[in-house]
């Protein structure tokens, strides 16, 4: 970004750049008369006055973002979008139309469902299962322990090790979670959430690599390290402070990028937050004002704005909202493309690319009648498809009650190779494109997206807006009036607040491995035991020192792995050089 661009906001930067935004006139005004003549007689003589009085309504779903929409569309909702900046073609700049010229005629969406639960052998069986019935990448979950950064023997961890997610505390345990896999071969999404959790789980998984003689540059995944996920969405009694969080977000993506070039350094996660409690519209916006700042960081620290670009990837939520979902993924991408255009200048049209995983919403699954959540995943998943997504998660039915059974996981996959290979929506390149509705709704979304984002560069940006409160008071104030809507039965969700029934109460769910935390506790004790104690001393302090000196500590972490350190010993370390930050009230 240029200098004399810093104080304007990136509203201005990219409305400079485009001449007569919105403005051309892309329809014979002839044409448009007409239109609007016939439009004018149809509603005098065919539609009822209500519906003239309603003629914008606001759908209420979950995690909606009240956006209104028009009883019908016509040419004159898109009078002025040109073709040529508005839409393009596909593989084209400015993107709306998807990122490749052929779609998923050429590669179709990377097919991942979560998994984790247990021991490294119980997930490890699991992977193994959906590889053998077509699942086309790892996508990897650990427990609320392991994701706290707490050691199975920490008695924090007491009842809950191996719950939601795979317990990992060392290199040994990724060697077992990963026993007879590939890792050469496959892609994983490895969900670290938190960049403090990236920097210590993740160079566990690069010594696993180095132990097999894997050279990291043939190494392909992803992993979240996203400070929103560590500094919002997280429930936890300790948070390092946000600037120091940031530190070691871009910290990892340095060294990942210079190590481990296949990889994805961070999936900027918007659906943690969206499922957290925010529309669709602010968790893109959010996401987006984050990726500048890591920009801003980067270039800062002396890169060249496309080698940190052309890896940066999105994680979305993907609700029930069908239409706003499907243009707001559009929208996002051609968004993302002008803020790289016009605001950062970058080189490599790659760079501009809005990459993207999706998963379909979490918190529109319920416990009543779970069945129906097959058909609400299946939706959510079919959106996610005609948004253009590159990568795609269909949550399970059962995922409200527990970890999928692997009944539902099964049947979780087999809807997203339903949707390729029987639906036939896979073989035209986005087959809603040119939609008078859908047009205009991507223009509302992205025209949305951006007031957000000038409301987030108001607070002083991304990091700010988090350190002083205002993203946790947006998020608070949304959320409870969507709550206040469910109650009340405004927003309707069938077998839950709309024609319930007892029916599915009584649903059997998951089991989990009842020996699992013992097996992990005595792995644990084991690997103490047989560890070189020196070393681990050794290799901590040289972290900690990392940490007060300003140095990029990946670099030691990825020693302290070697050297046989724990998650939690790692955690400790942070805590005790940047020191504990206290969210602020909300109230």
């Not at 104080?7 to 750049?17: L, S, Y």
């Not at 023997?153 to 009842?159: F, H, V």
């Not at 004790?525 to 007060?548: G, I, P």
């Amino acid at each position: 970004m240029l200098d004399n661009e810093q104080k304007k906001t990136t509203a201005e930067i990219i409305k400079e750049n485009i001449k007569d935004f919105g403005q051309k006139q892309v329809y014979d005004p002839t044409y448009l008369k007409r239109a609007r003549e016939r439009i004018d007689r149809w509603k005098e003589n065919c539609v009822k006055p209500s519906d003239i009085k309603n003629w914008k309504t606001v759908p209420l779903t979950v995690l909606g973002s009240e956006t209104a929409r028009e009883m019908i569309y016509s040419p004159l909702n898109i009078a002025n979008s040109d073709y040529e900046e508005q839409l393009g073609n596909p593989g084209e700049a400015p993107f709306t139309r998807g990122i490749h010229s052929n779609m998923y005629r050429g590669r179709t969406f990377t097919q991942r469902q979560l998994v984790g639960f247990g021991g490294p052998e119980d997930t490890n069986s699991r992977i193994k299962y959906l590889l053998e019935h077509g699942a086309t990448g790892i996508n990897l979950l650990f427990d609320m322990p392991t994701i706290q950064m707490y050691d199975c023997d920490d008695p924090i961890a007491t009842g809950s090790v191996g719950s939601c997610g795979v317990s990992v505390n060392h290199v040994k345990d990724w060697d077992m979670l990963y026993d007879g896999i590939d890792i050469a071969g496959e892609t994983s999404s490895i969900v670290t959430h938190y960049p403090s959790n990236t920097a210590c789980l993740f160079p566990m998984y690069l010594v696993m690599a180095e132990q097999r003689d894997v050279p990291w540059d043939q190494l392909k995944g992803s992993v979240q390290n996203d400070m929103t996920l560590e500094e919002l969405v997280r429930n936890s009694s300790e948070y390092i402070p946000p600037k120091d969080c940031f530190r070691i977000e871009c910290d990892n993506i340095e060294f990942i990028r210079r190590n481990v070039p296949k990889w994805n350094f961070i999936t900027i996660n918007g659906y943690n937050f969206r499922e957290f409690g925010t529309s669709g519209v602010t968790e893109m916006a959010v996401a987006a004002a984050h990726g500048m700042a890591i920009l801003d960081e980067m270039i800062h620290r002396g890169y060249e704005v496309d080698w940190v670009a052309e890896r940066l990837a999105f994680f979305w939520s993907g609700g029930m909202d069908f239409f706003e979902e499907i243009c707001r993924l559009r929208a996002m991408r051609r968004l993302w493309y002008r803020i790289l255009k016009f605001k950062y200048k970058v080189k490599n049209e790659r760079s501009t690319w809005m990459r993207c995983h999706l998963q379909t919403s979490g918190i529109s699954l319920v416990r009543e009648e779970p069945y129906n959540n097959i058909i609400r995943s299946a939706y959510e998943a079919l959106a996610a498809v005609l948004g253009g997504v590159q990568s795609l998660h269909v949550d399970s039915y059962d995922e409200a009650i527990s970890v999928p059974s692997e009944e539902a996981s099964l049947l979780s996959l087999r809807t997203q190779q339903i949707i390729e290979h029987e639906t036939g929506i896979t073989s035209v390149v986005d087959p809603l494109g040119g939609s008078y509705y859908v047009e205009a709704l991507t223009n509302e979304m992205e025209k949305r997206i951006l007031d957000e984002i000038t409301e987030i560069e108001a607070q002083g940006g991304y990091v700010e807006a988090i350190a002083n409160g205002y993203l946790s008071k947006k998020i608070f104030n949304y959320m409870y009036k969507e709550q206040t809507r469910i109650e009340k039965g405004e927003i309707k969700i069938v077998g839950h607040n709309y024609q319930r029934s007892s029916e599915g109460d009584d649903f059997e769910s998951f089991r989990y491995p009842e020996e699992c935390e013992e097996r992990q506790l005595k792995r644990l004790h084991e690997h103490r035991q047989n560890r070189d104690s020196a070393k681990v001393e050794m290799a901590l302090n040289e972290l900690e020192a990392a940490c007060k000196d300003g140095k990029n500590i990946m670099e030691y972490t990825v020693n302290c792995a070697r050297a046989g350190c724990t998650v939690g010993e790692q955690w400790k370390i942070f805590k005790k050089v940047f020191g504990l930050w206290k969210k602020p009230s909300v109230f």
